[in-house]
């Protein structure tokens, strides 16, 4: 999945964005949520049962974390983000102590708010790129210390994160994560003058 930021670009290490935001520009992290492998396609034909065989049963429904985990990441190659949401939001709700169950979850959602801010739903997309970002801030506080890959993945969903507290009215909420993207490491802030998300936090009185 090729993948960037809430407005469709790209990133990278820091000094701070300034309280005045009407000056240098954030852009979007180019890390992504994981890639997800498409399920390669499987042709089924119906054979006749021999006397008295018995039907396959239906596959059991998740019940432990695992399971669930397991499902969603079937899901989450079909590319059925919200289904696999729902999955792994419910392993964390049975074991929290998975780190990678809080990714999963975070790219799956992350994932859902892309294609939602490509159809121009940005109110829809705010909504899962706020659940994407919570969860890591609860995976960095439960796991600290994260590793590149995993702060790279925070820069790219707290840059979303602000933007959708742009698109939402919530500017000086908006700047406060984009500092936080800043502090993560990374450096190049062109992209605020130019992000249609945060035209809130430009407009913000200096």
Not at 99 to 120: D, Y
Request: some cysteine; overall charge negative.
């Amino acid at each position: 999945l090729c993948v960037v930021g809430c407005n469709q670009s790209a990133p990278p290490a820091a000094p701070r964005v300034a309280t005045t935001p009407a000056t240098p520009a954030i852009k979007a992290p180019t890390v992504s949520p994981p890639e997800q492998t498409p399920e390669p396609a499987v042709t089924t034909t119906d054979t006749p049962k021999a006397d008295g065989e018995k039907p396959e049963s239906p596959p059991e429904p998740p019940k432990t974390a695992e399971d669930f985990v397991k499902h969603g990441t079937q899901l989450l190659r079909k590319r059925d983000n919200v289904g696999a949401a729902k999955a792994f939001e419910e392993a964390l709700k049975l074991s929290s102590d998975e780190r990678e169950t809080h990714l999963l979850f975070a790219s799956a959602t992350q994932s859902r708010g892309l294609e939602l801010a490509q159809q121009k739903k940005e109110g829809e997309s705010a909504e899962w790129f706020l659940k994407s970002a919570a969860t890591l801030r609860q995976m960095r506080e439960k796991f600290a210390p994260l590793d590149e890959r995993e702060t790279g993945f925070l820069m790219f969903a707290f840059y979303n994160e602000a933007c959708a507290h742009g698109v939402t009215g919530n500017a000086e909420k908006a700047l406060a994560v984009l500092n936080e993207v800043v502090d993560l490491g990374w450096s190049e802030l062109e992209q605020l003058d130019e992000d249609e998300d945060l035209k809130s936090v430009r407009e913000l009185p200096n």
